[in-house]
């Protein structure tokens, strides 16, 4: 195994860990369990948060099953690009809302860009 395969492992694996976390609770939790960590849910319609929460899922998988199976490399690209936008997206509205907290964002947007290129030399 190569260092950049270890290292895509480290970061694929802690994303899709976080979003899987994230992304389940978009979909199972009540606007009002998740408004103690997440204060914009109420800017956006309820079917577009689970909607949220399944792309979150999905891109998850995305980042996994392709390297680990071998099947679709291509896919685990596209995933992490996916999650490269919908960082660039999350940091749009937490920046013209009232919650200006995007270290996180910003820590997010970098692992999922530095994944996407990892991603290309699998």
Do not use: C
Not at 8 to 20: D, E, M, T, V
Not at 46 to 58: C, F, H, I, K
């Amino acid at each position: 195994m190569t260092a950049t395969n270890i290292a895509y492992w480290i970061l694929a694996g802690s994303l899709a860990l976080f979003y899987l976390y994230a992304g389940t609770l978009k979909v199972i939790r009540t606007p009002d369990q998740l408004r103690p960590m997440m204060s914009w849910v109420d800017r956006i319609p309820l079917p577009a948060l689970r909607a949220l929460g399944t792309v979150e899922v999905l891109g998850a998988t995305g980042l996994i099953l392709p390297p680990l199976t071998g099947v679709a490399l291509p896919l685990a690209a596209a995933a992490a690009g996916g999650f490269v936008l919908l960082q660039a997206g999350a940091i749009a509205v937490h920046l013209t809302g009232e919650d200006r907290r995007i270290a996180l964002n910003a820590g997010l947007v970098t692992t999922a860009a530095v994944t996407l290129w990892l991603a290309t030399r699998l």
